[in-house]
């Protein structure tokens, strides 16, 4: 079992910056990879970011590449997602997951969930 627990949405405007903040706890190995997700609303939940916990390997969405960063903190067991630029559609609920699957870049191979956390950006 892994537990996540995201902190930091809020709202902003356009052009601005958050930090969101994803707790991990429980069972982590050394091929788990921690995602970044997002729902809008009337939509399908799509895939932002993903990092491997222990190589650190990451891979973005296109939607998101050079604007978004994700890294990890392995003594705080903290995965974080730095958004710049943000757009008014990057407005949704943000979610982060877990997975031990070599496939890391879809949401029907993560297994654990965080609760969300709202991202809201005025235009």
């Known amino acids: 079992q892994v537990q996540l627990v995201e902190s930091g949405g809020g709202l902003v405007q356009t052009g601005g910056s958050l930090r969101l903040s994803c707790a991990v706890s429980g069972r982590t190995f050394s091929g788990t990879a921690i995602g970044w997700f997002r729902q809008a609303p009337g939509k399908e939940r799509e895939f932002v970011a993903t990092?491997?916990?222990?190589?650190?390997?990451?891979a973005y969405a296109d939607a998101v590449k050079g604007r978004f960063s994700i890294s990890r903190d392995n003594a705080k067991d903290t995965v974080y997602l730095q958004m710049n630029s943000l757009k008014y559609e990057d407005t949704a609920v943000y979610y982060c997951a877990a997975t031990h699957s070599l496939q890391a870049t879809t949401v029907r191979t993560y297994n654990y969930w965080g609760q969300g956390t709202q991202v809201t950006v005025a235009s």
């Open positions: 990092i491997r916990w222990s190589s650190g390997g990451v």
